[in-house]
């Protein structure tokens, strides 16, 4: 059912075509009565039509050519014979009806067999199974007199119905005095699916289904173009507004995106440029506190407020640099994300850092280069700091591509995986920026990478710690 599930325009089609093939069932059910009643009627019609003018053309010829003409007129599913007396005796009169229908004609071997009587007794002899049927199908009818809006001749006549089939006998009074008997019997086949009903189906739903895909397209192509935006909006990049066009249920939807995406930007601006102020005027008082700090004459107390004055100064200015980062918007584009990294490990070990990268995929990834760079360069000198080393390798799944940075050092407990990223948490009581920063770096790291739609995660290994960055894919990329 993934394709059920995935596809607007399949679910369309679908329901589509169910509603053509529940509206033809319903058709043929509500026609299925008024068709069998109009192919009766047309069968009876041409059977009395055919047996007035059979009467008229015996009464018009000398008797001795009435055997001829009588088996000249039979058909496949007509016979027709003389009988000297009133045919009272329906029982009788079936029997030899069925001896007549099982009766070869001149020109038509083998025999035919009439509707449900193929297992009956060879010609002339009507006994057996088809005789059974053939009786218990009509216990019930006799002889009617027909009218005179149906029977035009003047010559009486009567009518036995023979059961469920397209089935009829009739019986005529010639001017002679004897009787003109004739029997009608055939199947009429009445499937619910002919090739007409099945073609002209096959071309209704055809037809429906294109016209199906057309409107689902068009239903799907903003909805498409609204969900691409909104991934790229949640990893950061810059999304032109959509276009606010089609019908009133999307117009709206895609007037509410635009509107949602206007608001978050002023949101983010408005952050970033109060987060630059303050730290821009963080500066004037620190400036202030440091020059006071040189009028006091306790060398130990001015030495301890100058490492304090210093060390707020450090996190106003990586405040700032941060809040000047946010404020750049780097393009998103396409990039050999193996390459990009291998670079980046290739430079710190130029530097004298002990990282190594491992044979890796290529893989080709949509990103932001600058910020992924500077994302993992953190993480690496993290890793280089505390566990003496960073390992760097690179995978993928259908779903997602991999960084990870692995080290050999000491590690940190699970309680504090989640803390560490935190702004300005460090692990080191000491707070030595010799050692441990100022706390932004990781934060950065993870901010930078969960704009990419990705996250990063620490785990323990037998021998250090690894950070894992996971980055999405997407048709769209990142």
Sequence with gaps: MRWWRKSLAAQFICFLL??????QVIGFLISWDERDKALRAASKGEFLSRTASLATLLESIPPGFHTDVLRASGTTYTRFWMSGQDPVDTLAWRKQAVAQLEEP??????????????????????????????????????????????????RFAKFLPLGDSHGMGLAVQLSDGRWLNSVYRKTMPNPFWNTQSLVSLAVTATTLALIGVFVANRMARPMRRLAGAAEALGRGQSVEPLPE???????????????????????VEDRTRMLAAISHDLRTPLTSLRLRAEFVTDSDAQQKMMATIEEIQTMTEAALAFAREEAVTEATRTVNLTAL????????????????????????????????????????????????????????TPSSVRIAIEDKGPGIPEADFERV?????????????????????LSIARATVRHHGGDITLSRLKNGLSATITLPKSDRGA
Aim: charged letters at 25%; a positive charge.
């Design 18 to 23: 169910m509603a053509l093939v529940l509206s």
């Design 105 to 154: 004609l001149p020109n038509l071997l083998p025999a035919y067999r009439p509707p449900e009587l193929t297992s009956a007794a060879p010609a002339k002899t009507p006994s057996g199974k088809g005789l059974q049927l053939f009786e218990r199908a009509i216990a019930s009818e006799g002889w009617t007199r027909l009218s005179s809006d149906i029977w035009t001749l003047p």
């Design 245 to 267: 066009t089609g019908p009133d249920d999307i117009r709206r939807t895609t007037e509410a995106f635009n509107r949602m995406q206007a608001r978050l930007t002023r949101f």
């Design 341 to 396: 990294i291998e670079s980046l490990c290739d430079d710190l070990a130029d530097l004298g850092r002990n990282v190594t990268f491992l044979d890796s995929p290529k893989i080709t990834y949509r990103c932001r280069p600058d910020g992924l760079r500077r994302a993992v360069r953190n993480l690496i000198e993290n890793a280089v700091r505390y566990g003496n080393e960073a390992r760097v390798q690179l995978n993928e």
């Design 421 to 441: 990223f935190e702004p300005f948490f460090r692990l080191e009581s000491s707070r030595n920026r010799e050692t441990g920063g100022v706390g932004l770096g």
